[in-house]
């Protein structure tokens, strides 16, 4: 089953949270704190894998997790940084965006790609002594990894695209240039899929020529199948527009050929200005030579060159194959899309502090609350003073006084209420 377009859910592992500990041995006094930071969360990786054609496994599996980074222990040891989880995706998947469309990554490289960062690790105590603070009994917790949900859109990679009406001859001609073996029958849409074939012209001269099947007139607006792989030709450096120049079904070469570069000026006006070469087929039925001369000086007026072929009988074949890699030869290598996707940074004034009042109770709530309140041991003066200090520090009283609080009314930070002294 060829699968090119799938939806699923990355998230990237959470930093380990810093340790509270402190130094215990034999002869040494007072030790001092000593608690290690949390590992780094794990991150979501992708990697191209040449022996993947589709996107059928993500229709198993939508929702890919990197584990946790470790917390931190006592003597200053740091956790155990969170493993990266790789996802491996045919060459040429575009990773975009779910909400927004915006490309974030092609995938058309070697490199790996870090699509979901894991969070940082979370500080031990040890960060925390000062000469007037000796014991702190608080740390930071670890940083939440990132977390999206991406489209995976897969687009082949290939320098030729092979297009045309259905049956008009373009698996045979790819069966006989490379070794690909794509299904060849005597109707409609015997083609399902892309298939791709390595063309060997000489040695170490070689070019991938993709299939492109169900192009019809329509496709551009959903008709048969092109509207469906119409995506896999827009990287083709150059196209080879197969045309049944013997009218075998009844139909006009050159009405054929007009009808498909409207397609592709109707799906993407780019693509039609693609390189392109025009190739009669089946000129061993041709019963009819006007077809071939009146097809022939419709592409010299489009300003595409034209050869004459029977991939079935391999006339002609052998040259165009030439011709094609002297083009390509000319042609700017295959086009890898650059990201358009700008990462949200999320930051406290993203996500700034709010204060509610209902039944006489002052809730305060923000993320950079949750974080500064998740670091506090609640049992320790010295972490509870360094609570309210952090509070105030981030504008928490100053809110609170603009709402009109007064001595000894109710505050909830978190679901834990406390009373507002001056």
Known sequence: MFVDIAKIFIKAGKGGDGAVAFHREKYVAAGGPDGGDGGKGGNVVFQVDDNLATL??????????????DNGTGKRSSGKDG??????????????????GELIHDMSGDEPFIAAKGGRGGWGNAHFATPTRQAPRFAKPGLPG??????????????????????????????????????????????????????????GESFVAADIPGIIEGAAEGAGLGHDFLRHIERCRLLLHLVDVAGSEGRDPVEDLDAINRELQHYSPALAQRPQIVVANKTDILQQPENAQRLRARAQELGFAYYEISAAALLGVRELVFAVWEELKKLPP?????????????????????????????????RQVERIFNSVNFDDYESRMYFERTLRKAGVFDLLEKEGIQEHDTVDVCGFEFEYVY
Do not use: C, W
């Open 334 to 366: 295959i086009a890898v899309y650059e990201s358009t996707f700008v990462p949200q940074e999320v930051t406290d004034e993203d996500d700034p502090i709010t204060i509610t009042v209902k039944d006489g109770i002052y809730y305060v709530t923000g």
């Open 56 to 69: 059928l496994d993500f229709r198993m599996k939508r929702k890919y997790v990197a584990p946790n980074g």
């Open 83 to 100: 493993a990266d989880i790789v996802i491996k995706v045919p060459r040429g998947t575009l990773i975009r965006d779910a909400e927004t």
């Open 146 to 203: 990132q977390e999206r949900m991406v489209l995976l859109e897969l687009k082949l990679i290939a320098d030729v695209g092979l297009i045309g009406f259905p049956n008009v001859g373009k698996s045979t001609l790819l069966s006989v240039i490379s070794k690909a073996r794509p299904k060849i029958a005597n109707y409609h849409f015997t083609t399902l899929v892309p298939n791709l074939g390595v063309v060997y012209v000489g040695e």
